[in-house]
Structure formats: C-alpha cells, structure tokens
C-alpha cells in the first residue's frame, strides 16, 4: 500500500506517490484542467491512479497563508479534500505546503531548467516536496529516521 500526495491548484493537480515502504515520494504527472470549477475528469483520473498504485491515505497540499491564516486557496483546498473523501473513501491528510513550490522552482532553477519548461514540472514536484515532508514526519515518529 502506498500514499499518495496531491498539490491542487487552480488549474492543475501535481501527482506523488510513495515508494511501498513509505521512505521516498515520486512525481509521477500532472492532472490539467481547462477551468477551476471541472474536476470530475480530475477525480476519476486520481480515483484511477488509487487503484494502480494501491494508495491507502491521500496527502493534500494545505496552502496555508505565511501568517498561518487561511484564505481563499486553502478553503478551496479543504472542499477538495471533502470531495476526495466522498469519491474515494479514503482519509485525507491536510498538509501544510507552504513555499513548496518557491521549493519546487528553485530547485528546477538550479538544475538548468529554462523558464518556459519549468511550467511543465513545478507542481509535480511540488506535489513530491509535500509528500516527502509528510513521508519523513511520520518516519520520524513511527522511529523510522
């Protein structure tokens, strides 16, 4: 069984999941949407990867605002989550992704990636950046780390 981790935006959901042992996150693709408010063909594509990839808990991205309030975003978020729950069955794990992808674009940045690319991977990587943290905060309490 894996867990699989989600950075959800206005237009895309970045895609995780974690190795069998729950040790590592990788970015495996990036569900687009052509408007905010059509997400059906987002959840059966996330209810399909479930399935594939065994996902027992979801990790969602919790965007929450630098003063740790929650504005506009994060309350977007937190439907989400109610909707993934409803569809899947699954808990949702609320997760605190602030800078992830400033994370996520700084690294691609350092690793040479032009600007015009960079689009093509920022949430998927952003999406591996809060599934990692999730993944080491548990290993550190399961005494895995």
Known sequence: MRIMGLDYGSKTVG???????HLTAQG???????SENKL??????????IEEYEVRT?????P?????TIGERAEKSLAFQ?????RTGLPVIM??????TVEANRTLIESKVRREDRKKYVDKL????????????????????
Request: glycine share 6%.
């Open 40 to 49: 059906r063909q987002t959840l059966a594509r996330i209810e399909a990867l």
């Open 28 to 34: 495996i693709e990036i569900i687009r949407r052509s």
């Open 15 to 21: 895609v995780a999941i974690s190795d069998s042992l």
């Open 126 to 145: 952003a999406a591996v950046y809060i599934l990692q943290g999730y993944l080491e905060c548990e290993g550190m309490k399961n005494g895995k780390n």
């Open 64 to 68: 929450k605002n630098m003063n740790n």
């Open 95 to 100: 997760w605190d992704e602030r800078l992830t």
């Open 58 to 62: 979801i990790v969602l991205g919790f």
């Open 82 to 86: 109610e909707m993934l729950k409803r």
